[in-house]
């Protein structure tokens, strides 16, 4: 990205108020390992979702399944394009 002439901010644990990073961004790329750690409040509107994270949750029956690392319904009203997880980028990391 930068070599086409993007700004690229990385975050990480120690970055503190990251919404206030997430929300200047056009694409947001997310693989951390937190279930749900993005959502739609901490976005600009009509940005890209690149959700890397697969994460294994236990629902309130005791049922498992996986989610993201952004919290895709809250996302999906303010973002343009996201990812959804599973089955987003997982086929293009294994092929």
């Not at 108020?17 to 693989?31: C, G, M, N, S, W």
Request: contains cysteine.
């Amino acid at each position: 990205l930068m070599g086409e002439g993007a700004t690229v901010t990385t975050c990480h644990h120690m970055t503190r108020e990251l919404h206030i990073h997430t929300r200047k961004a056009d694409a947001v790329f997310v693989a951390v390992g937190k279930p749900n750690l993005i959502t739609g409040d901490m976005l600009k509107p009509g940005a890209a979702v690149i959700d890397v994270g697969i994460n294994s949750v236990t629902l309130q029956d005791g049922t498992n399944t996986i989610v993201g690392d952004a919290d895709f319904d809250s996302c999906l009203e303010t973002a343009g394009w996201i990812t959804p997880v599973p089955g987003g980028v997982g086929p293009v990391t294994t092929a």
